[in-house]
């Protein structure tokens, strides 16, 4: 089976059980705290769609799953308009979005400070990619308000993470395929450190 039509078969599957409380995730408080004080605070925001994805529906990503992972470890995943605070220690670390194709992001974090990362999606013909979009303190505090009134923050649960055992042949073979040329790319998505909140 393709790798586009087995990732379709499921991120359909997913959403069929919408109405069964088989989501990959759980609504969390939408209130993001400040991270404990020896830890630092990632929060991934996929905004709505815009332009061509909006119009391409479907097949503009809304029904497909951001799966985003630290150093190889599944920690979420989102739809548009959701969110996800992920807390960590200090350091540096890589993270990767998978979905159709792939894209990496290197992260270094500070503690006691919050960082903020869209996850953008871009078409690609009838299937779409993400990107990692570090806003390196791009956002003032009345951007970061309007951002958390319209976005639910999610959290992983029991499903997701089946979800992602099921899916870790495909995201190795992404991983495989996309990581080298990425590594080489010298305009990757890079968050700094100094950026946090």
């Given at each position: 089976m393709?790798a586009?039509?087995?990732?379709s078969?499921?991120?359909?599957?997913?959403?069929?059980?919408n109405?069964?409380?088989?989501l990959?995730?759980?609504?969390a408080n939408?209130?993001?705290t400040?991270?404990?004080a020896?830890?630092a605070?990632?929060?991934?925001?996929?905004?709505?769609?815009?332009?061509?994805?909006r119009?391409?529906?479907?097949?503009?990503?809304a029904?497909?799953?951001?799966?985003i992972y630290?150093?190889?470890?599944?920690i979420?995943q989102?739809?548009?308009?959701q969110?996800l605070?992920?807390?960590?220690?200090?350091?540096?670390y890589?993270?990767?979005?998978?979905?159709?194709?792939?894209?990496?992001?290197?992260?270094?974090?500070?503690?006691?400070r919050?960082?903020?990362?869209?996850?953008?999606t871009?078409p690609?013909g009838?299937s779409?990619?993400?990107k990692?979009r570090?806003?390196?303190g791009?956002?003032?505090?009345?951007?970061i308000d309007?951002l958390?009134?319209?976005?639910?923050?999610?959290?992983?649960?029991?499903?997701?993470?089946?979800?992602?055992?099921k899916?870790?042949?495909?995201?190795?073979?992404?991983?495989?395929?996309?990581?080298a040329?990425?590594q080489v790319?010298s305009?990757?998505?890079?968050?700094?450190?100094?950026?946090?909140?």
């Amino acid at each position: 089976m393709g790798a586009i039509l087995r990732y379709s078969l499921l991120a359909s599957l997913a959403l069929l059980l919408n109405g069964c409380g088989s989501l990959p995730y759980s609504i969390a408080n939408p209130t993001v705290t400040r991270p404990a004080a020896d830890k630092a605070l990632i929060v991934f925001m996929r905004p709505d769609r815009g332009g061509m994805a909006r119009m391409l529906g479907s097949a503009g990503g809304a029904d497909t799953y951001a799966m985003i992972y630290q150093d190889d470890q599944y920690i979420g995943q989102l739809l548009p308009k959701q969110q996800l605070a992920y807390e960590l220690a200090p350091g540096k670390y890589t993270f990767m979005l998978s979905a159709f194709t792939a894209d990496f992001m290197i992260a270094e974090v500070a503690a006691g400070r919050k960082y903020y990362v869209n996850v953008e999606t871009i078409p690609m013909g009838v299937s779409v990619g993400f990107k990692f979009r570090p806003q390196n303190g791009a956002l003032d505090q009345n951007k970061i308000d309007a951002l958390h009134a319209v976005m639910k923050r999610v959290v992983p649960n029991a499903k997701g993470e089946e979800m992602a055992r099921k899916d870790e042949g495909h995201r190795q073979k992404l991983k495989d395929k996309y990581y080298a040329q990425w590594q080489v790319n010298s305009d990757h998505a890079a968050l700094n450190i100094e950026a946090g909140y």
